[in-house]
């Protein structure tokens, strides 16, 4: 468990070290970026490590290359340090409280990961041999880009950046690929609930002052405000709402795993953990809790502290006050420092996980333009859309620019868009039990606040018109006679003017755009009883606009309309998925599987974010609701407790898959009292599980050896088999390449290379073959020439190869091949030089 405290210490430091280019990027945002110090520091490290020995093919990846990277970046944080020390202090004197929470935040989560991990921290089942050869072969390679460990002589053909990142800091550290594995994620966990702190904090307190900054306008008084982050305790406040959204986002389970639970008890089984992630049909719709328990090393889940990084950039702009065009990035230093951060973030989520980057670079994009247009006065003109576009337009270029010598070595699997067909989309029972508590939050926020602003509205011209009347009346009784016939003049005058009022009101856009909205969600409804296949669509559809016509309503409070800005995107993504899909390699069977997958998980963070931040905004509503009907206080109040029950239980359902999964997902039969139970290894190596009777004998010995006796990449032999079985274990714990790994894996990795070129198809068909060949083939020569093509220099033979080729004579080896290894289990030849 050391190793772990290795892990936090190290990031903690470079957070500290990076503190500079932090609030110089995060101007505009109340903690000046302070939650996302460390997710930033380690991303500008990697980016200054990575893009060089991509560029240079000749760098060293090493421990000491790495060294004179961070001494440099430490240097011109120092320079940086020297502009931006008082705004460091104020922050420090001014909101200590808060730095301690949102450090506590990551400590605690990243040990709760790293604890639970503890129990089993195998690298073994699901994808996990996948992730960890990416882990190993990165972190063993001595030149970039990396060599795939399942597919000799290529470069990994994935989205390794992630994977890259935790295999930079293990490599500075020393640490083994084995321990990183579960370092590495625990790290991000606790990154990804102080982002997701972080993000809610900082809209809180940004509303508090522009609600401070009205009630002082409307008093009349003069307000000489200091900086959020030089306000004493100007961040406490949000504190609560931070925990919710923690808990929404990384712990919380969703509606289908309440059902399990009941279900599995009510039948005296074991909890199934793993079955709510698998509600709509021939899809995954997995969410953050599950993932992190699962703890394999996937894209998606490595990437995801970064996304939260970005979500807090395009909150960055929006927030921005002064700058129109290419300076919404700021000005002087801040516009190269900002500008080149914010678009190497987002174009590093592509390497990361390519389906992050049109989610949260369409995100930025529209704070981009919402802020431009917030600057132009809500006024159209074309200068406007000059600003915007150009503004745009240099973020995207550079995003790609940045990471050009990927997308060079790169070539996608997407395959482009489909339509999906009506018995694809998704049942509006399974999207319930996927999302109902968030849509009850969202709901109750967008509904909060249009139940606010209409009644404030109605009180308005109910004020109005009796000041009018009054004044009339005053009039009136000033004369002395009034003919009747006028009187009744006079009243349908009034009559006519307050019914054209109405009907101007009536075709106004925000009244049209909320009607279009309820008008979609009404027809989803019908469309439940006629056509099922079409509920999701046009529910999630209408609460989407819905959601835009509000947030365009409170633009006065760019914190406020940025939260119901999260929630409708999120709720988009979900529309989406109903209409189109990304094709890939499972459009044949699974059409809809992965695109569901990757925007339903953004659509859980997103969520997330918007409930716990919009919480604050929902009993901010309730009190202005409590002050708007003053004559029926008591029936608000009543609804405001009604509410808060109905939450209370859809949280405490959600809290029964955090109480009773990490049992069911890490319970083992102890060795010695063969008690099942959960039992602690106090070990995060990941390799220690191979030691035990039911492992392949004698793998983990030889995998030591060959970990701490040869350096490099060079490729290795071993048998090949089936996905997700212990084939091509070797290449995958050690790193070395193998001549093939899981074919299905390498088939949707390299489908689009394959399809480009017919050599390439014939050199992944045949590469089977030639390993039961090198296995099998009595004549020396014919081996030896078969290994020469691969350029492998290792044979690796243990009790799979033997089980696999049984009918060779596996000894044969020795009589011209070099014994490196050898045990009564294991036997490792090497081709003689």
């Known amino acids: 468990m050391f190793e772990l405290f290795q892990m936090w210490a190290l990031v903690e430091v470079l957070g500290i070290v990076f503190l500079p280019l932090t609030v110089t990027v995060f101007r505009n945002i109340p903690d000046r970026g302070w939650a996302w110090s460390k997710a930033l520091a380690i991303f500008v490290l990697a980016f200054c490590v990575w893009w060089p020995l991509m560029v240079i093919q000749a760098l060293p990846f090493s421990r000491f290359f790495i ?126 609930a102080v982002s997701l702190f972080g993000v809610t904090n900082n809209l809180i307190a940004w509303s508090r002052q522009v609600r401070r900054r009205q009630q002082a306008l409307e008093s009349n008084v003069e307000v000489h405000e200091k900086p959020i982050y030089a306000t004493k305790n100007a961040l406490l406040a949000g504190i609560p709402f931070g925990a919710l959204t923690v808990a929404l986002g990384l712990v919380l389970g969703n509606q289908a795993s309440t059902l399990q639970w009941f279900h599995d008890r009510s039948l005296n089984t074991n909890y199934d953990w793993f079955n709510p992630t698998r509600i709509i049909p021939r899809t995954i719709n997995e969410f953050p809790a599950f993932s992190f328990l699962l703890s394999d090393f996937h894209a998606h889940v490595l990437s995801l502290a970064f996304t939260i990084m970005g979500i807090g950039m395009a909150l960055n702009l929006l927030l921005e006050h002064e700058g129109q065009g290419i300076f919404v990035f700021g000005r002087g230093w801040r516009l190269p420092l900002t500008l080149g951060t914010t678009a190497l ?25 919402l802020q431009q247009w917030l600057q132009h006065e809500k006024r159209w003109s074309w200068t406007l859309v000059l600003n915007i576009v ?55 926020l967008l509904f909060s606040n249009i139940a606010v ?214 319970a083992g039969v102890d060795p010695t009292t063969h008690q099942v139970g959960m039992f602690r290894t106090n070990s995060l190596d990941g390799l220690n599980y191979l030691k035990d009777e039911g492992a392949i004998p004698g793998d983990y010995d030889a995998l030591r050896w060959l970990n701490s006796h040869i350096s490099g990449s060079p490729v290795i032999v071993e048998a090949v088999g089936d996905d997700y079985t212990g084939f091509a274990r070797i290449s995958a714990l ?30 992944f068909d045949r590469r089977k073959t030639d390993v039961s060949q090198i296995y099998s083939d009595p004549n020396p020569q014919n081996v030896l020439a078969t290994m020469k093509r691969y350029h492998a220099q290792y044979i690796y033979v243990g009790a799979l190869e033997h089980a696999t080729y049984a009918g060779a004579k596996l000894d044969r080896f020795a009589d011209f091949m070099q014994v490196v290894y050898h045990t009564k289990d294991v036997t490792i030849y090497k081709v003689r030089s």
């Not at 973030?345 to 981009?368: E, K, R, S």
């Open 67 to 192: 060294l004179a990277v961070v001494l440099l970046l430490v240097l011109l944080n120092g320079i940086g340090f020297l502009r931006t020390r008082q705004t460091i202090s104020h922050m420090l004197r001014s909101n200590g409280l808060y730095i301690i929470a949102t450090e506590a935040v990551f400590l605690l989560m990243m040990l709760l990961l790293g604890w639970l991990r503890s129990f089993k921290p195998d690298i073994y089942s699901f994808e996990m041999f996948m992730d960890g050869g990416f882990l190993a072969s990165i972190m063993r390679t001595e030149h970039f880009p990396p060599p795939d460990m399942w597919y000799a002589g290529y470069a990994i053909n994935y989205y390794y950046y992630a994977h890259y990142i935790v295999a930079l800091l293990a490599k500075f550290l020393g640490q083994i690929p084995s321990v990183a594995f579960n370092t590495g994620i625990s790290m991000l966990y606790g990154l990804t």
């Open 345 to 369: 973030l987002l174009g590093g989520l592509f390497v990361m996980n390519g389906w992050d980057l049109p989610t949260y670079m369409g995100l930025a994009l529209v704070c981009i333009g």
């Open 390 to 444: 150009s503004a745009s337009l240099a973020l995207v270029a550079l995003a790609a620019l940045l990471f050009l010598p990927f997308h060079l070595n790169f070539i996608s699997p997407s395959q482009g868009i489909g339509i999906v067909a009506l018995t694809e989309r998704s049942p509006l029972r399974d999207e319930l039990l996927i999302y109902s508590l968030f849509a009850f939050m969202f709901l109750s």
């Open 453 to 666: 602003r209409f009644l404030a509205a109605r009180r308005a011209a109910i004020a109005e018109q009796s000041i009018t009347d009054e004044q009339e009346e005053n009039t009136l009784s000033s004369e002395q006679t009034t003919e009747s016939e006028d009187e009744s003049e006079h009243v349908a005058e009034q009559e006519l003017a307050v019914a054209e009022g109405e009907h101007v009101s009536y075709l106004s856009w925000p009244f049209i755009g909320l009607m279009t909205g309820l008008g979609f969600i009404v027809i989803g409804l019908f469309c439940q009883l006629i056509s099922p296949a079409n509920a999701t669509f046009f529910i999630t559809l209408g609460i989407t606009v819905t959601g835009a016509v509000v947030l365009l309503q409170h633009t006065d409070d760019r914190a406020h309309a940025f939260t119901i800005l999260l929630g409708a995107l999120a709720i988009g993504l979900v529309a989406a998925c109903e209409v189109v899909f990304l094709r890939d390699v499972f459009v044949d069977n699974n059409p809809r599987m992965n695109t569901v997958f990757k925007f339903y998980f953004q659509s859980w963070i997103l969520l997330s974010i918007a409930c716990g931040a919009g919480l604050y905004y929902i009993l901010e509503n309730f009190r202005r609701l409590e002050f708007v009907q003053a004559a029926r206080r008591y029936v608000v109040t009543g609804g405001k407790i009604l509410w808060a029950l109905v939450l209370l239980l859809f949280l405490l359902a959600s809290a029964i898959y955090p109480i009773f999964a990490p049992y069911y997902r890490f």
């Open 734 to 763: 050690t790193g070395l390449p193998t001549i093939m790994g899981w074919i299905g894996h390498e088939y949707q990795w390299r489908v689009q290379w394959f399809n480009s070129n017919p050599d390439n198809a014939t050199d």
